[in-house]
């Protein structure tokens, strides 16, 4: 069977180097994998079975020792010299059972079903509470510790009273109507001042039958000034003119500031509406 197996790896060797050099080293390789294959296992076993008996050989070259007598010389003994003595064994030490002293029976006795009244001695004023009534040994010492009295100063006490703490006022706050106690107005009144809106209004380039409106609105600033004017209307040639004709009344006359429920004057929002018609 190996033979027809090498004549066939021959044969495909032979076709597959066809008209190619055979000199070169892997058509020689192909040939002889078989034997190189085979030779390197035996050198492989060779060399395990060197590795595992060389162990043996030199052990069975080692000869013992013999001493003139015929006997083995046995090699020489090692003393254990002790440099400190060892360390004793350590006891716990023992109790000293406290002082035997007169003691009653201070116990809670457990309920049973058919208990019996003990009988009632009567307890010397010397012993103290315990586990079992013993009346004839040493009277008990009497406790003599007195507790240390407290020290109570003579100093008083501060009375501090606690501050408030009242938080900052912003000094941009605008408040609105409802934290108003008095509305801001016009120096001479809201009637002087409307008057003076419908003197000063320029109505002279508007030409329609309807009637116009808008809504001005501004701050009035704390020191009667007023800031932020804005007009509200469809037209905005009509805004743009009752701006104007606010602005410059407000100029010529200043305005009392409102006031929030502390009686303090504030910048306050107000509302002018203004409705016409143009002719």
């Known amino acids: 069977m190996k033979h027809i197996h090498q004549n066939q790896e021959f044969r495909f060797n032979e076709v597959l180097f066809e008209h190619r050099n ?24 060779s060399l395990l079975a060197a590795i595992s008996i060389t162990p043996i050989v030199i052990n069975a070259f080692k000869t013992p020792a013999v001493s003139d007598t015929g006997g083995y010389v046995l090699p020489p003994p090692v003393y254990i010299v002790e440099t400190e003595d060892p360390p004793a064994d350590v006891l716990p030490p023992k109790a000293t059972p406290p002082p035997s002293v007169k003691q009653f029976d201070n116990t809670v006795p457990t309920p049973t079903k058919n208990a019996v009244e003990p009988k009632k001695e009567e307890i010397p004023d010397d012993a103290v509470a315990g586990f079992k009534n ?108 009752a701006m104007r004709t606010v602005r410059a009344i407000s100029a010529k006359g200043k305005w009392t500031p409102g006031k929030n429920k502390k009686g303090e004057s504030v910048r306050s929002y107000f509302k002018f509406p203004i409705s016409m018609k143009l002719e």
């Not at 390789?29 to 078989?34: G, I, M």
């Open 22 to 45: 055979k000199e070169y080293g892997a058509y020689a390789l192909r040939n002889e994998s078989d034997r190189i294959l085979t030779k390197a296992l035996f050198v492989g076993v």
């Open 134 to 241: 013993d009346f004839k040994a040493e009277p008990a010492k009497p406790n003599t510790y007195t507790p240390p009295a407290p020290v109570i100063g003579t100093g008083t006490i501060p009375s501090v009273k606690p501050q408030l703490i009242v938080p900052e006022k912003d000094p941009n706050e605008i408040v609105g109507a409802d934290g108003l106690s008095v509305e801001a107005n016009f120096a001479g009144g809201i009637e002087s001042f409307r008057n003076k809106v419908i003197n000063n209004f320029d109505g002279s380039g508007f030409e329609s039958d309807d009637l116009m409106r808008t809504t001005v609105t501004f701050i009035v600033e704390i020191d009667g000034t007023i800031s932020n004017i804005k007009a509200n209307g469809t037209n905005v040639d009509f805004n743009s003119e």
